[in-house]
């Protein structure tokens, strides 16, 4: 059974007031590292690749291939997964701060995400992770009647608040 519930907004807004972005990963101090969030057309080509892998991932699950087949189609879902996590946190990243100068160019930034030393591109990930999970919108939580509780609902349940274009409106 469908139900509708309503949202105040200002709850939203207060809940950002205390949000913040630290746009430095600082490697050490000779070597700073600065990022920004991603914006909707990032998050949204990153959600394109994701949909993209989840299909592949199904399709690994198809009786009808060979073994062969669903080894080679999820190693190629693993490629695309990494490469997009590397496209995406090579996004984030405006500029490096080395000793020999500074880095704005977007494909040396690849390049340097690229390749990396695992310590710095998971100390740049965890803290883009940090950063994101600050400052995302908190799910609501709502309170079911008792009637929908005899029925088997829950008495509370959590719904994550989600400004996503592509389902915004339905």
Avoid at 29 to 52: A, G, Q, W, Y
Avoid at 68 to 83: G, I, T, V, Y
Avoid at 127 to 144: A, G, R, V, W, Y
């Amino acid at each position: 059974e469908e139900e509708e519930y309503q949202i105040d907004l200002k709850v939203l807004i207060a809940q950002q007031q205390n949000n913040y972005w630290i746009d430095q990963v600082v490697i050490n101090p000779d070597f700073i590292i600065f990022v920004k969030p991603l914006t909707l057309r990032h998050m949204t080509k990153n959600s394109i690749k994701n949909f993209e892998n989840n299909r592949i991932f199904s399709l690994v699950n198809d009786e009808s291939l060979s073994d062969e087949q669903k080894l080679e189609m999820f190693n190629q879902s693993f490629a695309n997964l990494a490469k997009a996590t590397i496209e995406l946190i090579a996004e984030n990243i405006y500029k490096i701060l080395t000793p020999n100068g500074e880095v704005t160019d977007k494909d040396f930034i690849l390049e340097f995400v690229n390749n990396s030393d695992k310590e710095i591109f998971k100390t740049v990930k965890d803290h883009l992770q940090e950063m994101k999970n600050n400052n995302d919108l908190k799910p609501i939580e709502f309170s079911t009647t008792p009637e929908q509780q005899s029925a088997g609902a829950p008495a509370t349940f959590s719904v994550p608040i989600n400004f996503n274009n592509s389902d915004f409106f339905g």
